[in-house]
Nanobody, 115 residues
Framework: QVQLVESGGTLVQTGESLKLSCAAS????????FGWYRQLPGKERESVAL???????NYADSVKGRFTISTDDNNNAVYLQMTSLQPEDTAVYYC?????????WGQGTQVTVSS
């Protein structure tokens, strides 16, 4: 089993940067992809950035050029560096990991961007 714990969410001002972290534990050798999702108030959860251990990276159009996903070398952590934050980025951000047999979610971390 894999467990995920996010951290780093907080209140920031428009234009500021923030880095989210997600610590993975358990059977991390089984992870084949990581992702960051977010859920805006009143909306469904949406993909923000995806990173496969094969090296493929994909970003939502709304965050391209502003957000960067990265991992450590051992599948023990995934990060989301966010720059030029806007009020519309306000959401609960969730870390996700995929293995061959399961999809695992973290508990979420709140990011609020104040104008």
């Amino acid at each position: 089993q894999v467990q995920l714990v996010e951290s780093g969410g907080t209140l920031v001002q428009t234009g500021e940067s923030l880095k989210l972290s997600c610590a993975a534990s358990g059977s991390t050798f089984m992870i084949i992809a990581f992702g960051w999702y977010r859920q805006l108030p009143g909306k469904e959860r949406e993909s923000v950035a995806l990173f496969s251990t094969g090296g493929n990276i994909n970003y939502a159009d709304s965050v391209k050029g502003r957000f960067t996903i990265s991992t450590d070398d051992n599948n023990n952590a995934v990060y989301l560096q966010m720059t030029s934050l806007q009020p519309e980025d306000t959401a609960v951000y969730y870390c996700m990991a995929t293995t061959y047999t399961a999809l695992v979610w973290g508990q979420g971390t709140q990011v609020t961007v104040s104008s």
